[in-house]
T-cell receptor, first 113, second 112 residues
């Protein structure tokens, strides 16, 4: 079974631009979560989707948004990029909701210049 | 909000030595998860603990949750280079459903 796939793996943007990151969960997994990892703040929860509905949202500004499609694939978008948005963005999937046993992708490393 | 504090922040041990990583919560833990991360990569689930006093083992890694459910420890016996990485504890966030709050991680290096 293929794991969680995130694209792109690496990208460089400049301040003010926007970025879209994609996540394909493990086949059969309907729950997708997104996390941001930075050296200073560590790993922080962004949002969780299940059956195309956002179930939970972390404490991030409205510039961070996401969605889930009917095939469970998910995208997250960050608009008006700031230097502080440079981070490793991790997507995780699980076969069910209400579990912290997550299967993580390798992440998308975003650098904002 | 719940905070998880991990100690030590980093650890260098010689191959074959035992080590322990601690995770302390500011609130009662209702679900405590241990993950391992290779540098710059995704996280791999190790174990989940829910009940006070619970202990689980997988290969040479043992995790425990104390009776008061506010502290967990991860113990590695006879460490190997393959154990190197960052170990993170995560706890269910009562304010955000099953979203996890994570500690800052413990970086482990195992030397020959």
């Amino acid at each position: 079974k293929a794991g969680v796939t995130q694209t792109p793996r690496y990208l460089i943007k400049t301040r003010g631009q926007q970025v879209t990151l994609s996540c394909s969960p493990i086949s059969g997994h309907r729950s997708v979560s997104w996390y941001q990892q930075t050296p200073g703040q560590g790993l922080q929860f962004l949002f969780e989707y299940f059956s195309e509905t956002q179930r939970n949202k972390g404490n991030f500004p409205g510039r961070f948004s996401g969605r889930q499609f009917s095939n469970s694939r998910s995208e997250m978008n960050v608009s008006t990029l700031e230097l502080g948005d440079s981070a490793l963005y991790l997507c995780a999937s699980s076969p069910q909701v209400n579990t912290g046993e997550l299967f993580f992708g390798e992440g998308s490393r975003l650098t904002v210049l | 909000s719940q905070e998880l504090e991990q100690s030590p922040q980093s650890l260098i041990v010689q191959e074959g030595k035992n080590l322990t990583i601690n995770c302390t919560s500011s609130k009662t833990l209702y679900g405590l998860y241990w993950y391992k991360q290779k540098y710059g990569e995704g996280l791999i689930f190790l174990m989940m603990l829910q009940k006070g006093g619970e202990e689980k083992s997988h290969e040479k890694i043992t995790a425990k949750l104390d009776e008061k459910k506010q502290q967990s420890s991860l113990h590695i016996t006879a460490s190997q280079p393959s154990h190197a990485g960052i170990y993170l504890c995560g706890a269910e966030n009562s304010n955000s459903g099953y979203a996890l709050n994570f500690g800052k991680g413990t970086s482990l290096l195992v030397t020959p």
